[in-house]
Nanobody, 120 residues
Framework: VQLQASGGGLVQAGGSLRLSCAAS????????MAWFRQSPGKEREFVAG????????GYTDSVKGRFTISRDAARNMVYLQMNSLKPEDTAVYYC??????????????WGQGTQVTVSS
């Protein structure tokens, strides 16, 4: 599966962005999708995940109530709506496909990343 992330950019603190991830290739199957992010000098961290089928999502504590992950299975798309952005949200954001239907498991495919920069 190939993943293409888009939608990043520069935004002021308090603003919003919507990231998109388009999946192509052998997209059939039941698997979770997620967004990760990585800031300079920091390890990549899980941001949000969504399972296939059941409306089950998970978020890291720092984005709960501000970010919303969603999935359009028919279009093979995953979105990350980011509201009330903070400077500490600045990072390269990656979408990823899990091997199974759990966002806490292994990830096998990664997109190229999209830069999100939040100015104070």
């Amino acid at each position: 599966v190939q993943l293409q992330a888009s939608g990043g950019g520069l935004v002021q603190a308090g603003g919003s962005l919507r990231l998109s991830c388009a999946a192509s290739g052998r997209t059939s199957g039941n698997y979770a999708m997620a967004w990760f992010r990585q800031s300079p000098g920091k390890e990549r961290e899980f941001v949000a995940g969504v399972r296939w089928g059941a409306p089950s999502t998970g978020y890291t504590d720092s984005v709960k109530g501000r970010f919303t992950i969603s999935r359009d299975a028919a279009r093979n798309m995953v979105y990350l709506q980011m509201n009330s952005l903070k400077p500490e949200d600045t990072a390269v954001y990656y979408c990823a496909r899990a091997r199974g239907n759990s966002w806490s498991g292994e990830y096998v495919d990664w997109g190229q990343g999209t830069q999100v920069t939040v100015s104070s």
